[in-house]
Nanobody, 127 residues
């Protein structure tokens, strides 16, 4: 399974950005997909996750501002996860990583539940 992320970039405080990530490969269905982020000098943290049945979970840091969604294309064996980020703050500055947990049961809130990771995309929010 390969994960290819796109989007990200630089915005001012209060701005919006979207990132997306497509998982392709030999797996028809991926139970959970998620976004994590890592800021300089900090540990990687959960941003949001979503199950194959479109049940989302957004971490407290993004509640009310971030929306996660996904599409599952069974025929083409691709799963795409999207993260829409509104009202961005400088604290949101980080490298954002998408991840896939094909066999997860439920939302997969821990990084160690994820088997596949994307390359990361930088989001910078200036004050």
């Amino acid at each position: 399974v390969q994960l290819q992320a796109s989007g990200g970039g630089m915005v001012h405080t209060g701005g919006s950005l979207s990132v997306s990530c497509t998982a392709s490969g030999s797996i028809y269905s991926i139970n959970a997909m998620g976004w994590f982020r890592q800021a300089p000098g900090k540990q990687r943290e959960l941003v949001a996750t979503i199950t194959s049945s479109h049940n989302p979970n957004v971490a407290d840091s993004g509640k009310g501002r971030f929306t996660i969604s996904r599409t599952n294309a069974i025929g083409t064996k691709t799963n795409t996860v999207y993260l829409r980020m509104n009202s961005l703050k400088p604290d949101d500055t980080a490298v954002y990583y998408c991840a896939a947990a094909p066999r997860a049961k439920g939302l997969a809130l821990r990084a160690d539940e994820y088997t596949y990771w994307g390359q990361g995309t930088l989001v910078t929010v200036s004050s």
